[in-house]
T-cell receptor, first 117, second 115 residues
Framework: AQTVTQSQPEMSVQEAETVTLSCTYD???????LFWYKQPPSRQMILVIR??????QNATENRFSVNFQKAAKSFSLKISDSQLGDAAMYFC??????????????FGQGTRLTINP | DTEVTQTPKHLVMGMTNKKSLKCEQH?????MYWYKQKAKKPPELMFV???????INESVPSRFSPECPNSSLLNLHLHALQPEDSALYLC??????????????FGPGTRLTVL
């Protein structure tokens, strides 16, 4: 079974600074998808970024980028120019590469990010 | 329409009550999911519907009964719940199984309190 580990339960960063959230995973599959989701205190889970395992290029979405190291099974999220609105719980998630049928997401335990003004 | 909606936002019920949670999406997604989330924890998958058929049941107690009347609507019927069932219940949807569009889109959730 696949597992996802987020080793940082809490992190904080000064506004406008850069922060990196860590995620490691364990799988025997070669094809899979990885995601970062953000859940602000208002509670709606929002997709931040997605990475396909078959792509070597790291995904980027505006101020959010990932460092995907497939051999090391590592998938960290970098947030540049942190803003107050980035404060949230961040979940790393894994999905099998099997595209037939609806597949479950395997979530990490989450990292609570605080932005200091 | 690019969102998943859930009603009600809050629900308080007694252990003998019967209530239902509703989830709706109009994005043409053909996979829909129910999750349970306790405070400061990740969501736990409960059920998955694929093309309106139940495809995954994560050994959820029978006091939770899902229903998918059509491709846009997902219900969760609740009966004889226990206080430990109090949680945030999240609905999600994703594109048709068999495509590369695998990301799930979540609704805002229903905060359930069982007294």
């Amino acid at each position: 079974a696949q597992t996802v580990t987020q080793s940082q339960p809490e992190m904080s960063v000064q506004e406008a600074e850069t922060v990196t959230l860590s995620c490691t995973y364990d799988t025997s599959e070669s094809d899979y998808y990885l995601f970062w989701y953000k859940q602000p205190p208002s509670r709606q889970m929002i997709l931040v970024i997605r990475q396909e395992a078959y792509k070597q290029q790291n995904a980027t979405e505006n101020r959010f980028s990932v460092n995907f190291q497939k051999a090391a099974k590592s998938f960290s999220l970098k947030i540049s120019d942190s803003q107050l609105g980035d404060a949230a719980m961040y979940f790393c998630a894994y999905r099998s590469g099997i595209i037939q049928g609806a597949q479950k997401l395997v979530f990490g335990q989450g990292t609570r990010l605080t932005i200091n003004p | 329409d690019t969102e998943v909606t859930q009603t009600p936002k809050h629900l308080v019920m007694g252990m003998t009550n019967k209530k239902s949670l509703k989830c709706e999406q109009h994005m043409g997604h053909r996979a829909m999911y129910w999750y349970k989330q306790k405070a400061k924890k990740p969501p736990e998958l409960m059920f998955v519907y694929s093309y309106e058929k139940l495809s995954i049941n994560e050994s959820v107690p029978s006091r939770f009964s899902p229903e998918c009347p059509n491709s846009s609507l997902l219900n969760l019927h609740l009966h004889a719940l226990q206080p430990e069932d109090s949680a945030l219940y999240l609905c999600a949807s994703s594109h048709s199984p068999g495509t590369d569009l695998v990301e799930q889109f979540f609704g805002p959730g229903t905060r359930l309190t069982v007294l």
